[in-house]
């Protein structure tokens, strides 16, 4: 993700072939990578990010060798991690396109079928959540 000159890198397989846990933060302008003073709480690979404000939402994803449907948000300025309401399907490597700040789709990503999922406001349950794309 690149965000006001910054490049965060997460995810993937550290050196012992194990998916990290590792957050890389790394400066544009002054080429350096430093370490974020959190990690995600599981090894995650084959996900995928998208923003949320000033947050990054990391979607889907292989967590212990099995597909995911787990979303959590990124906090970079409260220093946080939290759960999120999962995707109705399990996915890796899917593509996630943002269509507003608040406003996410996610398309295939290992899925069974070739299906889609929109993260947005939901008025009835006061939060965001998934729902299927039927266009």
């Known amino acids: 993700m690149l965000n006001k000159g910054k490049v965060i890198i997460f ?14 933060i790394f400066d544009t302008k002054t ?7 959190y990690r995600l709480p599981l090894g995650v690979s084959g996900s995928r990010m998208a923003w949320h404000g000033s947050d990054i939402i990391l979607i ?14 990124l906090d970079f300025e409260e220093k946080s991690i939290l ?5 109705g399907s399990k996915r890796t490597s899917p593509i996630a396109i943002e269509v507003e700040h608040d406003e996410i789709i996610v398309i295939g990503g290992n899925t069974k079928e070739a299906t889609a999922e929109i993260r947005k406001w939901n008025r009835y ?6 729902t299927p794309c039927t266009n």
């Open 125 to 130: 349950l006061e939060d965001y959540s998934w």
């Open 83 to 87: 759960s999120l309401r999962e995707m």
């Open 11 to 24: 995810g993937g397989f550290g050196s012992d072939d194990k998916a990290s846990t590792l957050i890389e």
């Open 31 to 37: 080429k350096e990578i430093n370490k974020a003073e």
């Open 60 to 73: 889907g994803g292989e967590r212990l060798g099995k597909r995911s449907n787990h979303v959590v948000k």
